[in-house]
Structures are given as C-alpha cells and as structure tokens.
C-alpha cells in the first residue's frame, strides 16, 4: 500500500535555485521521514520530524510538517547538481513499525 | 561490516526457478526490512522483522514468497517459481529498535533480479 504521495513526480531546475516537494500522507502517524536515492543506489536519510514538530532544519535542507493537513514539504536551498537523485518520503502507518514510502519525486538539477 | 550488506547484488534468473536473497544487517540493529522497488517506481513494502519475528507478513505479493531471520541477524527473502513480474530490486533496511523509537532505515544498496 502507499502511503504517502508526492508531487511533483518530477522536477528540473538550474544550480542555485530552490527546490520544493510536496507529501500527503493518509493516517495518523509518530514521525515522518524524507530520503534520497541517487539512480541506482539504496535508499539515504535526510530528515525526521516528529508529528508534534512543524518544522525542522538541517544545513540546506528545511521540512515542514502539518498534521492538519496530512502534508510535508521539503526545501533544498541553492541546488547543486549533485542534489540530482530521487527523494521519497516515508511514515509510519497507523503508528507501527511498518515504514511506508511515497512514490518520489525525481529532481534534476542542471549546472 | 560497517552497513546493511545483501547479496547478490545481481541475479539473472529463468522464469520458474527459485531464488534466494540474503541481507546481513547492521549489527545489534534489531528492527530489519524488505521492499521491493520496480524500475523507476517507489519502495513496495515487503515485510518486517522485530529480532525473528515477523510481526507483519501483509505486504507478501503472494504465497511464493517468504522470507526468515535467524540469530536476530541474517535474513532471507525467498521467491519460488519466479515470475517475469518478480523482476526489480529488493531492498533490505535495518534500524537499532523499530520506527517508533529511532525512525532511520539504513538501507543496502539492493538485489536486483531479473526474471527471463
């Protein structure tokens, strides 16, 4: 099952510019994560925020939370091209252990 | 090893056969995962293992799979009668207790299977 759904489904912009994603989600959940996978590759983490945060910092990276609204996004401030990859987000279902992932959105940023 | 480890990291199969995959997790990790990923698609969730126990078997596409852990450690996912709609990477995950307590999955770098 899919939980999370993101958009755009892909995404292109130039170095140095911002790039936004977007995450619903369906059921109540503890935390929600965003990971990255360059082509190919396992997944990496980024960032958790927990449902009681509504927004979280780390380097270039910003993520918001609101569970009102069952949505997520996530910033990354001054692209580079190595930001290029897929970013998934991922939460916990109903509060279990089970880790549902988004469909992903695929980012390119060209030099 | 210093991360999630799965082998092989490629395998090529005939439509029919069985297949194998195995993950050694990172150590003292308890909590371990398996997804499956279609090309250029999201993760599938598989199934997951708290120590030996496999609390929830619900995202198994069908009854030619499954999958064991033994010692709190080593798991594998095994695929009967291979299909060509099996084909894509299978990745495995590990965290040190389980998504409610510390969140992260560390992930290998996947198995991918192709089914001719």
Not at chain 2, 28 to 45: I, N, P
Not at chain 2, 84 to 111: K, R
């Amino acid at each position: 099952s899919q939980q999370g759904e993101e958009d755009p489904q892909a995404l292109s912009i130039q170095e140095g510019e911002n790039a936004t994603m977007n995450c619903s989600y369906k059921t109540s959940i503890n935390n929600l994560q965003w990971y990255r996978q360059n082509s190919g590759r396992g997944l990496v983490h980024l960032i958790l925020i927990r449902s009681n945060e509504r927004e979280k910092h780390s380097g270039r990276l910003r993520v918001t939370l609101d569970t009102s609204k069952k949505s997520s996004s996530l910033l990354i401030t001054a692209s580079r091209a190595a930001d290029t990859a897929s970013y998934f987000c991922a939460t916990d279902e109903d509060n279990t252990d089970k880790l549902i992932f988004g469909t992903g959105t695929r980012l390119q940023v060209f030099p | 090893g210093a991360g999630v480890s799965q082998s092989p990291s490629n395998k090529v199969t005939e439509k029919g056969k069985d297949v194998e995959l195995r993950c050694d997790p990172i150590s003292g990790h308890t909590a371990l995962y398996w997804y499956r990923q279609s090309l250029g698609q999201g993760l599938e969730f598989l199934i997951y293992f708290q120590g030996n126990s496999a609390p929830d078997k619900s995202g198994l596409p069908s009854d030619r799979f499954s999958a064991e852990r033994t010692g709190g450690s080593v798991s594998t996912l095994t695929i009967q009668r291979t299909q060509q709609e099996d084909s894509a990477v299978y990745l495995c995950a590990s965290s040190p207790q389980g998504i409610p307590n510390t969140g992260e999955l560390f992930f290998g770098e996947g198995s991918r299977l192709t089914v001719l």
